[in-house]
């Protein structure tokens, strides 16, 4: 099975700042990254799919990088709605596997 | 618009059985698959399987082949997934979540199943 790792696991961060997190694959999965958002008590939420195209009605604060091993979701500006747990997935292979999460508060 | 309805919180004994239904509307529901996500209380997100509304065709994770059965009824547009010999860490909430295929995102899910696994 293919691993992915996250960093960092959690991160404090203040509204309006830029927030970077990354994802690495214990093997190349060229571009089949995906992100989710989850808030507490809610379904994850599809963010970017394949590694950097934005799903639709997803704010263009949002960005995906990266490709074969490592990848990056960047928020540009935080804003306060932003602040959830958020896991990259890859879909090169079966079975599909999500990183850890990375809790992201405020700070 | 697109959307999955999942059926509601069960509670079990463990070696029972549960099946959580997943209702779709808003799409033609052969277009796409079906994969069912799990995840225990305060962890992350597992894979379970997926399954195609098209063809019936299936693919679940290892660590569950044997006791997991993923079925769609195309006249209702409902996914189904029943698990079976259940044990206390199968405790979860269960997502269904659409996909085009196995190596595909996914998007929309439902709003999450929790099954408590108790005796």
């Known amino acids: 099975d293919i691993q992915m790792t996250q960093s960092p696991s959690s991160l404090s961060a203040s509204v309006g700042d830029r927030v970077t997190i990354t994802c690495r694959a214990s093997q190349s999965i060229s571009s089949y990254l995906n992100w989710y958002q989850q808030k507490p008590g809610k379904a994850p939420k599809l963010l970017i799919y394949a590694a950097s195209s934005l799903q639709s009605g997803v704010p263009s604060r949002f960005s995906g990088s990266g490709s074969g091993t490592d990848f990056t979701l960047t928020i540009s500006s935080l804003q306060p709605e932003d602040f959830a747990t958020y896991y990259c997935q890859q879909s090169y292979s079966t079975p599909c596997t999500f990183g850890q999460g990375t809790r992201l508060e405020i700070k | 618009q697109v959307q999955l309805v999942q059926s509601g919180a069960e509670v079990k004994k463990p070696g029972a059985s549960v099946k959580v239904s997943c209702k779709a509307s808003?799409?033609?529901?052969?277009?796409?698959?079906i994969s069912w996500v799990r995840q225990a209380p305060g962890q992350g997100l597992e894979w379970m399987g997926w399954i195609s509304a098209y063809n019936g065709n299936t693919n679940y994770a290892q660590k569950l082949q044997g006791r997991v059965t993923m079925t769609t009824d195309t006249s209702t547009s409902t996914a189904y997934m029943e698990l079976r010999s259940l044990r206390s860490d199968d405790t979860a909430v269960y997502y269904c979540a659409r996909a085009r295929t196995t190596g595909n995102w996914f998007d929309p899910w439902g709003q999450g199943t929790l099954v408590t696994v108790s005796s």
């Open positions: 808003g799409y033609t529901f052969t277009s796409y698959g």
